[in-house]
């Protein structure tokens, strides 16, 4: 009964905090810029909006075009389930079950192209080619950072595996960690989740077609994946675990904000990167994750 | 100590992946420079229990060569040439990146196999020379301007000054003010030569130079 | 009882041969008798985990005959059942008397033929007859490829195929003549006491290598795959190269191993993975794609056996346990989600008239059947979860990443875990543009807007292997009891060790995620209705006359990632832009070549052939020149023996 009730709240914190998050980078943007800005709640409202309207469906689509959608967002919630929440630990937890997230998040992604797929536009088969070509570096960066987690804890489970490493080890898979989140989900200098002009974009372009609770349901998965990224992160990186509950539950929550907040002042200070630049940015994600492996796996030399 | 130098040290590595990595002239000549004035600081931090004047003059000299007077040189010659940037190197930065850490990291994996001394054996000293030394041969053989190039002699020139840190007490101090005497002279000339190119040719592609070769 | 069911197997199978030809419907009778008598043999001595031993009281060339299903043989035969009778029924309308009159009849007796050899290959206990059978499989796989002869490339492809099949096979006769003329018998079985045998195992590496596709020995695969009829396409990839694979697994269970064999294997599978992908994401050919996919996925069972091959080495049965089971259960996983791929593209095929993607598209609409398990084909493949796909792999990283945190032996370890995600994300996009091109979006020719759903008979095979790959994703720890007696077969000196793997859980976490997914589509899909939907063209950014052609193409979809791969698949692109002020048709052709076959092999065929038309520029006709050569060479023996005294 109790683990019922433990999933349920998990399920309800993911869903109702991850909408925050771009809320925040919004805010900081516009404070940058010297902007009043939308308010924090802005995408709550968009969404509670979106989910009321009907859907315009392209005439090539099939019915996948409304199914992806929906399996891509409850494997990234399914994926989210699955991470530990630093002293709260995880609420169900295997060996090999971070193998078992990175590769839900695949799921999100085959569907998320699959739905750009369907309506035969050209932008959007661009985009799905850029954002499928584009994750295979970022998983080998995360499958590096996992290894490093793995090296250091010797566990491969998930609840067990966030020993975060000494010294300058840390710093490095930080900033490793910080570029996969900025390219996984698609945040300046990979992409430019504002900007009008299709030829510029990966994700923003795939969801061109979508309306309505679709595409409500698109913007909150993208919403739980970045809240997701920055859990793991933060997690990879401090010694939460070994704080007392509440305090590290709050410590969570800050580091999460900290990372927020630092991905609206990348937004704000750079500018998106030439596309032939991601894999060389991407490429430098990975070395910065493969550096603390080396450094854990060669010890005290 | 020991934290320190291997800092000091495992920065330097960083900033050869920022050398091999980008595109921009200036950045490639800052991260040179910065790379210079880190390995210029060694000699203070490894013999830190026994300070004299020949040590603080051998770290004023270098900082002040590698950090100030060779930058300051390459980027008049870069403005002098008007160029910003390397746009089609023989390797590309993605390779070239993957070069670098692959050398890296097989530098740092072959130290368990070489017979070092005992207060050698612990730190990222040797390691970090021979990935200096591997990355200003990737920049040699792999870039076409004559500026990186020029970079990459002086990345391969730091490898090699930190390889002879090892030898610190045992070096006469003159064969150190020799090297850099050597590298000031020729960043001079290639200055030079870099100036009369850029007139002769109206460009600082080496691959030109190959009309020359008769 | 074995016995039994095993010749009731084999006498249906020689009936089928025989009678195929000219009564197609007792064909298909006999055929999935065989497979249902095949499949009772092969479960029970996978449940039971004993050895089913059969000695002949009667010789046969020499030799006595003797049959063995143990574990690993009967692991693969189920393969052979499944596959042999699920294409049975497939080609009963795929390659059917009304399409194809002449070749017909034979495909049906080779069929039969095939899948007796294949079983008995994997039953053979003698050296001698396994070669006998191992050279049947390949010549019945032969005459399989070569069923449309008529068409120049198949004769090439399968040309290709028997050089390099009978290259593999030289490999193999050495190899068993040597083993059994060091061990004084051709009764096949473990020989782990005499540590001399060792370097033989290279030559079963190489010989059973060609037939399993691995890098670089894979050259005759692709071509052979795209250019057979689909449903032989299915049981070359699914299974024909398993036997290879079987042939491996089989004799580094047996075989002293040399000491660095682990690493060969874990490198070679690293290779084949990784390159295997890369050309697949390439291809413009969809059936080239899955051929190179193979590749591939031989790749990663490499890996996990390479593992488990290292793992024995250094006493290490925690992680070698786990990645054996994971690396059977892909054997088991790439069979069948490789057929029903493979059934998919010849469907597509046979409504469309073309395997190339660039010309098909929104096949969707014409085949949803097709079009809906080709896609859970596709997400199996890619290993997304909660399919089968996923399970095999999952269990071969566990054995990895322990492997890892160990952090002993294993530095070799953390690239092949890199390589594995690496190729698991590339597959995953050769598969969503596959799918996107061919279903998805808009025709992009007639033939495409023209076609048709393939018939009950195409869509049943396919079906069918698309609830056993869900039921395996979702009840993984049914299937691990039984290949735990495989890895027992293989290792017995494993059997007290926990292999560490939580399948049940798995399962667990697949089934409560497949119900969330069918919870998260169903909210959606009653919130689409309640909210209404209205159709309207897919915008096109104020275009006026947008077409089907604008769409992304198999090549502009791959483009980003071919070109991280230049080096390695040198495409060949011709462009015709459009110039002048009354422009003449643009084109743009693009060919990814067999780099290993076209750009290694060739030349050094063509040097080799070179030099012997140099050499036979000696043998002119000319009595007095010839009687120069004998005295030259008189002469010069005599000189190396003054000067070396020999």
Known sequence: ?301 | MNDTLSLLIGLAMGLNLLALGTSRLPVLIRAVAAQGVLLGLLPLVLEAHALDWRLILITLATVAGKGLLIPYMLIRAMRAAGIARELEPFIGYIPSLLLGAGGTIAAVALIRYLPLLPEHAGTLHVPGAMALILTGFILLIGRTKAISQVCGYLILENGIYLAGLLLIRSTPILVEFGILLDVTVGIFVIGIIVDRIQRAFDSLDTRKLTALHE | MIAVLLALAGLCLILAAGMGRSHPRIWLGLSVIATLCGLSAALSVLGGGEIWLWRGGFTLGGEVPSLRLDGVSALFLILVCVVGGLGAIYSHEYWSEHHYPGSAPKSRSWWSILTLSMTLVLTCANGLHFLFAWEAFALSAYFLITLDHGRGEVRKAGWLYLAASHAGTMALFAFFSALAARTGTWELGPVHAQAGLAPLFWLALAGFGVKAGMFPLHIWLPSAHANAPSHVSAIMSAVAIKMGVYGIVRFSGWLPLPENAGWTILAIGCASALFGIAFALAQNDIKRLMAYCSVENVGIILIGLGLSVLAVQHGQPAWGKAALAGTFLHVINHGLLKTLLFFGAGSVLHATGTRDMSRLGGLWRAMPWTASLFAVGAMAVSGLPPLNGFVGEWAIYQGLLRAVAQKEHAAGVLPAVIVLAGSGALALAAFAKATGVVFLGAPRTKPAAQAVECGWLMRAPMFLLAVVMLVIGLLPGLFFAPIMNSVAAWAPQWSGADPLLSPRTLGGAHTVLACALIAGVALLLRMVRTNGTRQSPTWDCGYVAPSSRMQYTSGSFAGIARGWFVWLLRPEVLIRRVRGHFPGRALVVERIPETVLEKIIDPGARAVGYMADAAKKMQHGRLHLYILYVFLGVTALGLMILLGGV
């Open chain 1, 1 to 301: 009964m109790f683990i019922y009730i433990d999933i349920l709240l998990r399920l309800a914190l993911w869903l109702l905090l991850a909408p925050l998050l771009p809320g925040v980078i919004n805010k900081v943007k516009a404070w940058v810029g010297g902007r009043q800005g939308p308010p924090v709640l802005q995408l709550y409202y968009d969404l509670a909006r979106l989910w009321r309207k009907g859907v315009v469906v392209s005439t090539l689509a099939s019915p996948g075009f409304i199914i992806a959608p929906a399996i891509a967002w409850t494997a990234v919630v399914a994926a989210a389930l699955l991470l530990p929440l630093a002293g709260a630990g995880a609420a169900l937890s295997f060996d090999g079950d971070v193998l078992l997230l990175v590769y839900l998040l695949a799921l999100a992604r085959f569907c998320t192209a699959w739905g750009a797929m369907e309506t035969g536009s050209a932008f959007e088969g661009m985009g799905a080619a850029r954002e499928v070509s584009f994750a295979v570096l970022a998983e080998i960066g995360i499958i590096t950072a996992v290894l490093t987690l793995v090296v250091q804890s010797g566990s491969i489970a998930l609840s067990s595996m966030f020993e975060p490493l000494p010294g300058p080890g840390a710093a490095l898979l930080a900033v490793g960690l910080f570029i996969i989140l900025l390219a996984e989900n698609c945040r300046v200098p990979f992409d430019d989740p504002n900007t009008h002009l299709e030829l510029t974009m990966i994700h923003e372009v795939m969801v061109l077609d979508h309306s309505g609770p679709p595409l409500a349901m698109i913007l909150h998965g993208a919403a739980v994946k970045l809240m997701l990224f920055s859990v793991f992160l933060a997690q990879a990186v401090l010694p939460l675990s070994e704080l007392p509950l509440l305090i590290s539950l709050a410590a969570l929550a800050g580091s999460v904000l900290l990372i927020t907040v630092a991905v609206g002042l990348v937004e704000s200070l750079t500018a998106r990167l030439a596309f032939k630049r991601v894999p060389l940015l991407l490429t430098i994600g990975f070395l910065f994750c493969l550096f603390p492996l080396i450094l854990t796996w060669m010890g005290d030399l």
